[in-house]
Structures are given as structure tokens and as C-alpha cells.
């Protein structure tokens, strides 16, 4: 029996990554030659190095799921992605057999060396944070629907937004400062963050991590988040200006001896009366603590209770229109 997962919606796409350690994505389409040519390959693969939650083996019909392909950028077939933790962490594009292999076996090494003797649980089970939950809440940081994030005003060169999610601890509190495992602004210091859930939540507090380091000079260096206004169940992602406008569920101001020396992190409490049955949360960070022009997070965990799966209700919608894909050798 094939142990390779087929994934059927964005949603059930979300689920695999949260799951599972690493995961191994073959983007592929029927009419696609070298696809079908590599099929059997990437299916001994799968036979071979599967592991419950650890190491998982997916397809995605391109035809089929344009919202995920268009999410990822694919424009070529087949390319393969790997995964750690959620994150993008190697992209191969046409179907060469000797680069996936060697992709492929020296994760599962890694995942072998580092998961042996955790159980082999799901990624939630390990994420990283600065302070333990409060009592009687849980991390519940693994109900973000990561295709479904929106963010505005982000830096490109910067890391992407599903980063700020990852369950691993971050690089620059780890000696790796130099991955872009961080968001960051681009023209100021504002950020819109629209953020939606598989369940709703109900939402204790956030737990916010932002370690500015570096640019050639004090002016170059980002900014930790200052004023927040939180939003509750929007259907899409906030303009600045309808932010400014919209009242919000709540608006927190971080104070500099908020922020934990060691880790970089800020705990924002929450009015746990006004966070039930949340299917969705915008971020607007309004300012930062200071007067520099780019604000940084590393990390974003939340807390609090987990209700049932969502019904569709608050949906981002994303229109695909004709695009054009080609198949590569």
C-alpha cells in the first residue's frame, strides 16, 4: 500500500505540514511527461523513508489544487518541495532523480538523529516558546491555517510569513542570525497581519518574540513592535487606512521592560471574555518603540483553548486566472 499522501484541499494541506516533522511535496500534473517518469522514483522514495509524523511523502495535482500552486509559486512541473517544521526548506524543479534522492535521505538522517527519542508526535508538540502556557491553556499555535495567512507591508528579501509560526526555536537566539527565519516591514514600520484558524480558538494571550540585530549602522537596525490593535473574525486581511478606522476587539501597547532580556519576548494578555469562538485574527502592528522606519518579529505563539474544526464560514477567497505552466525535464 502506497504510504505517499494525496492532498485534497488546502486545508488538508495545512494539516500534513503542522503534523509532520518534514514533508516532501511532489507538485505534478496528468499531462506532464516527466512527472509520470519520475512518479515511480518518488514513490520508492516514499515506501523507504515514510515515518508517521516525521517524515510524510505528498502529491498535489496542480490541475486540481491551483490554490496551493499558486500559494507556492509553481510554474513548472514537476517540482518537488521539502518542508521543515512548515517552512520551505529546498525547492527542485524538473524531474532529476539523483538531486531528490540526496535531498530526500539527508532530511530523514537529520530527522532520524533529532526524533528518535521524542515519540515521533506531531510538530505542535515541540514548538518552541519563551514562557510555558498559563494555566489550564495550551500552545494552540498549530491551528494557524498557514495558506491562508495574509500579511502586508512585509519586506520580500526578508523571511516568509509562515515563518513566524515554526516550531523551531529562532536562529538569531540559537547562533544562526544570519537565516531569515524573521519577518520584517518595508516602507515603514507597519505591519498587517491577517491570521485565520482550522478551529476556532478561544484566545488567552499571545507571546510575541522580536530580536533586532544589525544593519550597517543605528538606523538601520529594526524595531520591536510597540502598539497593537487586535482585531477579531474579519473575513480578509485589513487596509492601514480601514485599520485606523475599524474599532478594535482590543489595543495593547508593549512596554521595553515587557520584552524578556534572555529570549527577546513579549507577553500580550488578553481580554479572554472578548476572544471566544475565534476564527480569525488581524494584527496591526501601528507602531514600533522607536523612531527607526522597519519593525521585527521572529515568532508568534498563541495560547488558549481549541474548539471545533471550522465549517467554511470565514474564508479568504483567491482568484487564479489563466495561468500558464510548463512541464520540465
Given at each position: 500500500?502506497?504510504?505517499?499522501?494525496?492532498?485534497?484541499?488546502?486545508?488538508?494541506?495545512?494539516?500534513?505540514?503542522?503534523?509532520?516533522?518534514?514533508?516532501?511535496?511532489?507538485?505534478?500534473?496528468?499531462?506532464?511527461?516527466?512527472?509520470?517518469?519520475?512518479?515511480?522514483?518518488?514513490?520508492?522514495?516514499?515506501?523507504?523513508?515514510?515515518?508517521?509524523?516525521?517524515?510524510?511523502?505528498?502529491?498535489?495535482?496542480?490541475?486540481?489544487?491551483?490554490?496551493?500552486?499558486?500559494?507556492?509559486?509553481?510554474?513548472?512541473?514537476?517540482?518537488?518541495?521539502i518542508f521543515k517544521s512548515g517552512r520551505e526548506t529546498k525547492r527542485?524543479?524538473?524531474?532529476?532523480?539523483?538531486?531528490?534522492?540526496?535531498?530526500?535521505?539527508?532530511?530523514?538522517?537529520?530527522?532520524?538523529?533529532?526524533?528518535?527519542?521524542?515519540?515521533?508526535?506531531?510538530s505542535s508538540g515541540s514548538q518552541w516558546a519563551a514562557f510555558a502556557?498559563?494555566?489550564?491553556?495550551?500552545?494552540?499555535?498549530?491551528?494557524?491555517?498557514?495558506?491562508?495567512?495574509?500579511?502586508?507591508?512585509?519586506?520580500?528579501?526578508?523571511?516568509?510569513?509562515?515563518?513566524?509560526?515554526?516550531?523551531?526555536?529562532?536562529?538569531?537566539?540559537?547562533?544562526?542570525?544570519?537565516?531569515?527565519?524573521?519577518?520584517?516591514?518595508?516602507?515603514?514600520?507597519?505591519?498587517?497581519?491577517?491570521?485565520?484558524?482550522?478551529?476556532?480558538?478561544?484566545?488567552?494571550?499571545?507571546?510575541?518574540?522580536?530580536?533586532?540585530?544589525?544593519?550597517?549602522?543605528?538606523?538601520?537596525?529594526?524595531?520591536?513592535?510597540?502598539?497593537?490593535?487586535?482585531?477579531?473574525?474579519?473575513?480578509?486581511?485589513?487596509?492601514?487606512?480601514?485599520?485606523?478606522?475599524?474599532?478594535?476587539?482590543?489595543?495593547?501597547?508593549?512596554?521595553?521592560?515587557?520584552?524578556?532580556?534572555?529570549?527577546?519576548?513579549?507577553?500580550?494578555?488578553?481580554?479572554?471574555?472578548?476572544?471566544?469562538?475565534?476564527a480569525s485574527l488581524v494584527i496591526f502592528v501601528a507602531d514600533g518603540?522607536?523612531?527607526?522606519?522597519?519593525?521585527?518579529?521572529?515568532?508568534?505563539?498563541?495560547?488558549?483553548?481549541?474548539?471545533?474544526?471550522?465549517?467554511?464560514?470565514?474564508?479568504?477567497?483567491?482568484?487564479?486566472?489563466?495561468?500558464?505552466?510548463?512541464?520540465?525535464?
Open positions: 500500500m502506497s504510504k505517499t499522501v494525496n492532498i485534497t484541499s488546502p486545508h488538508h494541506f495545512t494539516e500534513v505540514l503542522q503534523r509532520s516533522r518534514i514533508v516532501v511535496t511532489d507538485f505534478w500534473a496528468d499531462w506532464c511527461g516527466p512527472c509520470k517518469a519520475i512518479a515511480p522514483i518518488y514513490e520508492q522514495l516514499s515506501q523507504q523513508l515514510s515515518r508517521q509524523d516525521v517524515v510524510t511523502f505528498t502529491k498535489v495535482d496542480t490541475d486540481a489544487q491551483k490554490e496551493i500552486a499558486q500559494t507556492y509559486n509553481i510554474s513548472a512541473m514537476p517540482t518537488f518541495l527542485i524543479k524538473g524531474a532529476d532523480p539523483k538531486a531528490l534522492d540526496a535531498a530526500v535521505k539527508q532530511l530523514a538522517q537529520e530527522a532520524a538523529k533529532a526524533g528518535e527519542g521524542s515519540s515521533g508526535g506531531s502556557a498559563p494555566r489550564g491553556m495550551a500552545d494552540v499555535t498549530s491551528s494557524v491555517d498557514l495558506l491562508g495567512l495574509d500579511f502586508l507591508n512585509l519586506d520580500g528579501e526578508k523571511g516568509d510569513k509562515r515563518c513566524v509560526f515554526e516550531g523551531g526555536k529562532p536562529s538569531a537566539l540559537s547562533g544562526g542570525g544570519t537565516q531569515k527565519d524573521y519577518i520584517e516591514s518595508d516602507t515603514d514600520e507597519q505591519l498587517m497581519l491577517y491570521i485565520p484558524f482550522q478551529s476556532t480558538l478561544k484566545l488567552h494571550s499571545l507571546q510575541i518574540t522580536s530580536i533586532p540585530s544589525g544593519g550597517e549602522g543605528e538606523d538601520e537596525t529594526p524595531m520591536r513592535p510597540k502598539s497593537l490593535h487586535l482585531f477579531t473574525n474579519k473575513s480578509n486581511v485589513l487596509g492601514f487606512d480601514e485599520a485606523e478606522d475599524t474599532p478594535a476587539t482590543q489595543k495593547v501597547e508593549i512596554k521595553p521592560s515587557e520584552w524578556d532580556a534572555k529570549t527577546g519576548t513579549a507577553k500580550v494578555e488578553l481580554r479572554f471574555v472578548k476572544f471566544q469562538n475565534i518603540d522607536g523612531d527607526r522606519e522597519k519593525t521585527r518579529i521572529d515568532r508568534i505563539r498563541l495560547f488558549g483553548e481549541t474548539g471545533e474544526s471550522r465549517s467554511g464560514k470565514i474564508e479568504k477567497t483567491t482568484y487564479v486566472g489563466g495561468s500558464r505552466w510548463v512541464c520540465h525535464k
